[in-house]
C-alpha cells in the first residue's frame, strides 16, 4: 500500500462515564476551591472512564471499499465520528489525503418549515457541497429523489418516504474522494434502496474510497473487498472480506468456526450411549466460513455410538442472524438409521446444495439424538457458523438486482416461461 | 508520499487544542454555509410567526412605548440630544437590540443545533456567527423603522449618519465576542442559559439606552468606558443626531470586543472537538 488514502495511527478514545461529562457551575467552583487543597496530598478521585476505541492503527487505499464491521459497542460509531471529525481523538492521529464527507444520517439540517428546494440548497451546503455544485446536479438531485411535483412544499408535509427519497438524493450527489457510510441504507422504499445501493456501488467502482460502516456481514460482503473488525475498541482482525467474516463468524472464543474437534479438548459433549467428537463445514476453500451462494457446502460430524439400546441419529440446526431457525436436518428419515449401530466411531456427512441458503451469517446447533424415545445425547448450540455471500456475478437467484433480498432460504426453483400468443390490449377494450 | 502531489491537502485529525492554519482554512471554505444557516434561521422564523417580520418591529416598539411612559413621562428623563425622547430611546433600543439579540440568539445556537453537531463535520463556529447575523437582519427590520420614525417626528437627517453603520457593526462584534463564549460555556454549564438573559437584563441598566449618559455624574461615567456597550449605544445615537461621535470611546470598545472575541475563539477551538460528547 504504497500511496494509502486514510492512515490511521494509534487512535484512541476515552469517555467520562457518568452525566455525560456535563457539569454544573457550582460543581466548577467547588472543584476549584477544593483543589489547592487536594495538592495537600490526598489523591485526586478518579473519574470511571471508558476507552471506546484504542490503539486503532489502518491504512486505507486510494479507491478500496472497506467495510467497518463489530457488535454493538465495538467503537464503530466512535471512529465513524473520529473520521467525521465529528469528535476528535483523545490520542493517535489520522491523515486524510482527499476530501471527505460522512453520511452518518441522510437529511442531516433538514428543516422540516423550509421547502423541498432550501432543504436540498441547505442540506447541500451542510454536507460540505458548494451551492455552485448543488446548483448543478440540481436537476439531477431532483430527478433522483422522485419529488419533482412537490419541491416548493415545506418538507413537513412529505410522507416519510419522499422525506427520505429527498434526503438521499442529496447524500448521493455528493461527490468527495472518500466516502463514509453509516447504515443509512436502511430506508425507504425496497426500489429505491436498490436505487441507492447502485449508486454506492457505482462510487466505489468510479475509482473513490469508501468507508462503509455495518454490523451486517452481508451487506459489507456484497459492497466492499476489504473489511476491518472492531471488538472492544481495537482491530480485531482487517483484510479480505471472507477472512474477516470468518474471525467475525467465530465470535470472541477464538475457536475456528469452521471445525470444532473436542477429542482435542479431551471432553466430549453426550450421553452414556453417544458422544459427539467433532463437526465441520467443509465448503470450496477449506477452512474458510465464506460459503459462494451458488456453490454446495457439506457439514460433516463426528461421533462415538457407545451402546446399542437406541437408534441414535445426527442433526443440524440452521439459525440464521435473526436468530430464526431456518431448518433442520438430520439422517433419521433413512429406515437404516432408525435402528441401533453398533459401538464405534461415525461420520456423517450432509451436502447442502448452492442456491438454496440466503445470503448472510449462520450458525449451526450440531446434537445427536434419539426420537423413539426422544433423548437428546448432545446438543452443542452455535458450534458451528459460516457465512453466505453472494459474489453478484449476475447467475445467481439475485442476478443484477443489488438491494435487500428477504426471505430465510433463497432456493432457486425451476421455472418456465411460454409465450401464449399475440398482445391483448385490455385498455382499449376497456374504454370500448 | 513527499512531493508526489504538492497541491493535496492532507488533513489531520488528532487531539490537538492549538489554533492551527486549518482552524482558517475550514471557516473559510465553509463560509457559504453561513449565509445559508442565517438564512434559513431568518426565512424559519418569518414564515412560522403569522405576524411574521411585525415581530422583529414589535419588540423595540412595546419597548419604546413603555419606556417612553416610565422614564419619560414619569420620572422625567429628557433626551440630551434636540430629539423627542420616543425616537432617542427607540435609537438606543434598535442597536442595543442588535447587541442582545445577537447574544442570547447564539448563546443558545449550539445547543439548538444538537442535531447537526453529532451528524455532521463543519466549522462550529459558524453556529453562533449565523444567529449573530439573523439579528442583524433584525436589527436592519428595525432601523427601518426608526428612520421612519425620524422623518414622523421631523428628525433632521445629519451626514454623520453613515458611522452609524460600522458603530453597529461594533455592536455585532461584541454580540459575536461574548457569543462564542457563551454558546462553548452553555454547553458544559446549562447554568448559562439561566443566567444569561438575567445578566442581559441587567446590562441594559448599566448601559445609556434609556437615558443619556450625560445624566450620571462625571465620576460614575468612567465606569461607563468598561462597558463597550455604552460607548456603541452613545456613538450609534451620536451619529444618527449629529452630535460629536466619541471615537475614542468607540475605539476602545472595538478593542475589548475584538479581545474578547480572539480569546473566545480560541477557546471556542479548543472546546468544539468535544461539543457532540457534551451535547
Not at chain 1, 492503527?57 to 465529528?86: H, M, P, Q, W, Y
Not at chain 1, 427520505?164 to 422504499?189: C, K, N, S, T
Not at chain 1, 452481508?218 to 471488538?231: D, F, P
Request: aromatic content about 10%; glycine content about 8%; proline content about 5%.
Amino acid at each position: 500500500m504504497s500511496n494509502p488514502i486514510i492512515e490511521a495511527r494509534g487512535l484512541g478514545k476515552e469517555y467520562v462515564l457518568g452525566a455525560s461529562g456535563r457539569s454544573t457551575f457550582r460543581e466548577a467552583i467547588i472543584g476549584g476551591l477544593a483543589a489547592p487543597l487536594k495538592m495537600l496530598g490526598r489523591k485526586r478521585p478518579s473519574r470511571e472512564t471508558f476507552w471506546a476505541l484504542k490503539d486503532v492503527s489502518f491504512d486505507i487505499a486510494r479507491g478500496e471499499a472497506v467495510g467497518i464491521i463489530g457488535r454493538n459497542g465495538a467503537g464503530k460509531s466512535t471512529l465513524l465520528k473520529i473520521l467525521s471529525r465529528i469528535t476528535a481523538p483523545t490520542n493517535g492521529e489520522v491523515r486524510l489525503h482527499g476530501n471527505i464527507a460522512s453520511l452518518l444520517e441522510v437529511g442531516t439540517g433538514f428543516h422540516p418549515e423550509l421547502s423541498g428546494r432550501d432543504n436540498i440548497f441547505l442540506n447541500g451546503a451542510i454536507m460540505g457541497m458548494s451551492r455552485a455544485e448543488v446548483r448543478r446536479q440540481f436537476d439531477e438531485i431532483v430527478a433522483f429523489s422522485e419529488v419533482e411535483k412537490f419541491l416548493d412544499t415545506p418538507v413537513k408535509r412529505y410522507s416519510s418516504g419522499m422525506y427520505v427519497r429527498l434526503a438521499f438524493a442529496v447524500a448521493a450527489h455528493l461527490q468527495p474522494e472518500i466516502l463514509v457510510v453509516d447504515e443509512v441504507l436502511a430506508v425507504g422504499d425496497a426500489s429505491f434502496q436498490r436505487k441507492c445501493l447502485g449508486k454506492m456501488q457505482s462510487v466505489a467502482s468510479g475509482g473513490r474510497t469508501v468507508l462503509f460502516v455495518s454490523h451486517n456481514m452481508a451487506a459489507i460482503t456484497r459492497l466492499c473487498t476489504r473489511a476491518i473488525l472492531l471488538s472492544h475498541g481495537s482491530v480485531a482482525a482487517d483484510g479480505p472480506v471472507a477472512k474477516v467474516a470468518a474471525v467475525y463468524a467465530g465470535g470472541t472464543t477464538g475457536e475456528s468456526p469452521t471445525e470444532v474437534d473436542f477429542r482435542k479438548r479431551g471432553k466430549a459433549p453426550g450421553s452414556e450411549h453417544a458422544k459427539l467428537l467433532a463437526a465441520r463445514i467443509i465448503g470450496d476453500q477449506p477452512g474458510s466460513p465464506s460459503i459462494d451462494i451458488r456453490r454446495s457446502f457439506s457439514v460433516q460430524m463426528d461421533f462415538e455410538v457407545l451402546t446399542d439400546k437406541y437408534a441414535v441419529n445426527p442433526n443440524l440446526h440452521f439459525f440464521n442472524e435473526e436468530g430464526a431457525c431456518v431448518f433442520i436436518t438430520g439422517d433419521g428419515y433413512l429406515r437404516e438409521n432408525q435402528r441401533p449401530r453398533s459401538p464405534g466411531v461415525y461420520r456423517s456427512t450432509t451436502t447442502i446444495p448452492g442456491n438454496f441458503m440466503s445470503e448472510g451469517m449462520f450458525s449451526v446447533d450440531v446434537a445427536i439424538s434419539t426420537s423413539d424415545p426422544v433423548l437428546v445425547h448432545a446438543h452443542e448450540r452455535g458450534l458451528l457458523s459460516f457465512n453466505v455471500y453472494d459474489p453478484g456475478e449476475g447467475d445467481s437467484l439475485r442476478g443484477h438486482y443489488a438491494g435487500p433480498f428477504p426471505g430465510a432460504v433463497r432456493p432457486m426453483l425451476p421455472w418456465t416461461t411460454e409465450r401464449l400468443g399475440a398482445v391483448v390490449n385490455l385498455r382499449e377494450s376497456g374504454e370500448a | 508520499m513527499t512531493a508526489s502531489n504538492t497541491h493535496e491537502r492532507v488533513l489531520v485529525i488528532r487531539p490537538t487544542t492549538a489554533l492551527s492554519w486549518q482552524d482558517f482554512r475550514d471557516a473559510w471554505d465553509y463560509r457559504e454555509l453561513l449565509w445559508i444557516l442565517a438564512l434559513r434561521d431568518v426565512r424559519v422564523r418569518y414564515k412560522q410567526a403569522s405576524l411574521g417580520v411585525a415581530w422583529a418591529l414589535l419588540q423595540p416598539l412595546t419597548q419604546m412605548l413603555v419606556f417612553t411612559v416610565l422614564f419619560n413621562k414619569l420620572a422625567g428623563i429628557k433626551a440630551d440630544a434636540a430629539v423627542p425622547y420616543s425616537v432617542f430611546c427607540f435609537a438606543g433600543l434598535t442597536v442595543w437590540g442588535l447587541f442582545a439579540n445577537g447574544l442570547s440568539h447564539s448563546s443558545e445556537s449550539l445547543i439548538g443545533s444538537a442535531n447537526l453537531v453529532t451528524k455532521v463535520y463543519f466549522p462550529r463556529v459558524l453556529i453562533p456567527l449565523a444567529a449573530i447575523v439573523t439579528a442583524v437582519v433584525d436589527a436592519g427590520i428595525t432601523s427601518v423603522l426608526l428612520v421612519a420614525l425620524m422623518i414622523w417626528k421631523h428628525v433632521p437627517f445629519h451626514a454623520s449618519i453613515v458611522f452609524a453603520i460600522p458603530i453597529a457593526a461594533v455592536a455585532a462584534l461584541c454580540a459575536a465576542a461574548l457569543g462564542l463564549w457563551m454558546s462553548a460555556l452553555n454547553l458544559r454549564y446549562r447554568d448559562v442559559r439561566y443566567a444569561l438573559p438575567f445578566f442581559i437584563q441587567m446590562l441594559v441598566y448599566a448601559t445609556p439606552v434609556f437615558y443619556s449618559a450625560s445624566l450620571l455624574p462625571e465620576r460614575y461615567r468612567v465606569w461607563l468606558t468598561l462597558n463597550p456597550m455604552a460607548a456603541v449605544v452613545d456613538g450609534f445615537r451620536a451619529a444618527l443626531f449629529g452630535t460629536p461621535i466619541p471615537f475614542a470611546r468607540l475605539g476602545v470598545a472595538a478593542a475589548i470586543a475584538l479581545v474578547v472575541g480572539a480569546l473566545g475563539f480560541v477557546r471556542f477551538r479548543q472546546l468544539e472537538q468535544t461539543f457532540a460528547d457534551r451535547i
